[in-house]
């Protein structure tokens, strides 16, 4: 998995306790990336992952719009977000004679 750089950190602070608060339902997340931004991941595997503590999971709601160059999801939880995608790179080992 290779990022696009676009990374985000959504949180929500109760305005009395200033503690941090989840939705009590899915909310909808579209963000919009640009060719550009994409470079070599492909493109049909964009999708929005969040930070378990350890490792990405992606998003089971998230969907990628090749047309409109978004990515949506609807989450039932606050995070850190990456967009992340597969690359076709391929990396030979140097060899040093």
């Known amino acids: 998995m290779e ?5 985000y950190q959504v949180v929500t602070k109760d305005t ?3 503690q941090p ?3 009590g339902q899915a909310y ?3 963000i919009q ?3 550009e931004d994409r470079g070599a991941v492909i493109e049909s595997t964009l999708a929005l992952y969040y930070w378990n503590g350890s490792q990405w ?3 089971p709601t998230s969907s990628v719009d ?3 160059n978004t990515i949506t999801a609807s989450p039932t939880h606050f995070s850190t977000w990456a967009i992340l995608g597969e ?3 391929i990396y030979l080992p140097l060899t040093v004679r």
């Open 3 to 7: 990022g696009i750089g676009h990374a």
């Open 16 to 18: 009395v306790t200033g």
């Open 21 to 23: 608060v989840e939705p």
């Open 28 to 30: 909808d997340v579209t």
């Open 33 to 35: 990336y640009s060719e």
């Open 57 to 59: 999971v992606r998003e």
């Open 66 to 68: 090749t047309t409109a």
């Open 87 to 89: 690359t076709r790179r």
